[in-house]
């Protein structure tokens, strides 16, 4: 269980990084809310990453490269599951894009993310 909470820990802290870089992309950059929620995955997943290694999972100890590649299979899921949601939600049923974003990144993090980086990416062999 405390393994779970600070997981989730390290998800609210890459979802904020996730989150300000999307609304920077569409208000100040004029970006289309897909390619700035894309953009803001990109820089949540690499905070995620690196959170996930050194704190939550304790993994330092293992091969970075290892968990870096296992981590990017892992992430590109991820990706295309969140670009997915938020393209339909926002193209499809004109859900207003932070909205879509929220819901999609937290269905993702609970039915996806967590299962994958415990039993795959940060795994103690």
């Given amino acids: 269980m405390k393994t ?20 920077l992309m569409v208000k100040y950059f004029n970006a289309d809310p897909v390619i700035g929620g894309v953009t803001g995955t990109v820089f949540g997943g690499l905070v ?8 939550v999972f304790k993994a330092r100890d293992h091969s970075i490269s290892l968990q870096g590649k296992r981590y990017l299979l892992s992430w590109t899921g ?14 499809l049923f004109n859900v207003q894009y932070l909205i879509a974003k929220v819901t999609t990144s937290v269905f993702v993090a609970f039915a996806y993310n967590y299962h994958i980086q415990k039993k795959y990416v940060f795994k103690h062999t």
């Fill in 78 to 91: 991820n990706l295309i599951l969140n670009t997915c949601g938020l393209y339909v939600m926002i193209k």
């Fill in 48 to 55: 995620n990453f690196f959170v996930g290694r050194n704190w």
């Fill in 4 to 23: 779970f909470i600070k997981v989730n820990i390290a998800s609210l802290t890459a979802s904020s990084c996730d989150y300000l870089v999307t609304v």
